[in-house]
């Protein structure tokens, strides 16, 4: 079953994003991670900035990747909970973590935690919806 077909398929809040905006919002929001992460491990590399301060980043990174494998192929809600969730708290830790050297960073990622925050609600609500169905 492809991705937006199993997204269709859940249950879901009426509030819900449609399948079909995900992908277009996704796509922005990741311009805006490739130019502002990349800012940061660029920084890290040439040793402006301590590892420590790209620490979070590389976990956000991390954490957002494995959210489609584990919703979509695993088809895990409660770990996709979890999931999204570390992607929240990295993100805000990332955000503080970079703000003293680099403020313009932190509210360049303000779109992406707005998302972020909204499709951690999302996908607790579609866990809580969809716990009995398996």
């Not at 991670?33 to 940061?40: K, L």
């Not at 590399?45 to 590389?58: E, G, S």
């Not at 494998?69 to 770990?79: C, D, E, G, V, Y």
Request: glycine residues 4%; positive net charge; aromatic residues 20%.
């Amino acid at each position: 079953m492809e991705r937006f077909e199993l997204y269709s398929s859940l249950l879901k809040p009426e509030w819900a994003p449609p399948s079909w905006i995900i992908g277009p919002v996704w796509s922005v929001l990741y311009i805006g991670i490739f130019i502002t992460f990349g800012m940061v491990f660029v920084k890290t590399w040439q040793k402006q900035i301590p590892f420590v301060v790209a620490l979070p980043f590389i976990l956000n990174l991390l954490f957002n990747f494995a959210f489609g494998p584990i919703q979509f192929w695993l088809r895990i809600n409660l770990l996709a909970s979890v999931d999204i969730l570390l992607v929240l708290l990295t993100l805000i830790w990332s955000m503080a973590a970079i703000f003293s050297r680099y403020p313009w960073i932190t509210y360049a990622q303000i779109p992406y935690l707005l998302w972020v925050s909204f499709a951690s609600v999302v996908q607790l609500t579609i866990t809580r919806m969809n716990w009995s169905r398996g």
